[in-house]
């Protein structure tokens, strides 16, 4: 079946830029999105990217999207503390289900 | 405010003991979905439901039932709980599935089973 991997853990100093990686395998993926899950708490929507761009920029967050690879990356700038949590990778299928990585818990050291 | 609402929160229960974790959407929307989550392997999807009496099943279905009565509420029902039934489960809604429209997500329900 379709499957989206992600690394488990990265850990980045404070002020650094973090990249999360992500593969997938649906090549029919219409979105790719980006969840981030804070400790103790549901999951809230970073950011999104339709399947037709290659970047996507939103304040301190970069979306890159290589489509021939199928792998997706997001980059926070200037990593705060207050970015520790898991993040999420997931990819909507042309039935609309999404499919979800298991999630990469970033983790902030002073 | 827009929000999902999932009772209870916590839940230690016995096996065999059957349970309903109840999921409520204020916003009309017509998608929703239950999930569990479980270290490593990320959230694995239950039950979905794109509208009202229209229900199917997701990646990891066995050992659970949904209703959809009401397009306000999904929940989610153990008949028979097992220990492997142990963990994190998030309830979600949306106005479209996998479209641009947010899925809003539950706090979550942490159930234990002994």
């Known amino acids: 079946g379709e499957d989206v991997e992600q690394s488990l853990f990265l850990s980045v100093r404070e002020g650094d830029s973090s990249v999360i990686n992500c593969t997938y395998t649906?090549?029919?993926?219409?979105?790719l999105y980006w969840y981030k899950q804070e400790p103790g708490a549901g999951l809230q929507l970073l950011t999104y990217i339709f399947s037709n761009m290659d970047m996507k920029q939103d304040q301190r967050l970069t979306v890159l999207l290589n489509k021939k690879d199928k792998h997706l990356s997001l980059r926070i700038a200037d990593t705060q503390t207050g970015d520790s949590a898991i993040y999420f990778c997931?990819?909507?299928?042309?039935?609309?289900?999404?499919?979800w990585g298991a999630g990469t818990k970033l983790i902030i050291k002073p | 405010e827009a929000q999902v609402t999932q009772n209870p929160r916590y839940l230690i229960t016995v096996t065999g003991k059957k349970l309903t974790v109840t999921c409520s959407q204020n916003?009309?929307?017509?998608?929703m979905s239950w999930y569990r989550q479980d270290p490593g392997l990320g959230l694995r999807q239950i039950y979905y439901?794109?509208?009202?009496?229209?229900?199917d099943k997701g990646d990891v279905p066995e050992g659970y039932k949904v209703s959809r009565k009401e397009k306000r509420n999904f929940p989610l029902i153990l008949e028979s709980p097992s220990p492997n039934q142990t963990s994190l489960y998030f309830c979600?809604?949306?106005?479209?599935?996998?479209?641009?429209?947010?899925?809003?997500f539950g706090p979550g329900t942490r159930l234990t089973v002994l």
């Open positions: 649906d090549s029919s993926s219409t979105y």
């Open positions: 979600a809604s949306s106005s479209v599935a996998g479209g641009t429209d947010t899925q809003y």
């Open positions: 439901s794109m509208n009202v009496e229209v229900t």
């Open positions: 997931a990819e909507s299928q042309s039935n609309y289900q999404l499919i």
């Open positions: 916003m009309n929307h017509e998608y």
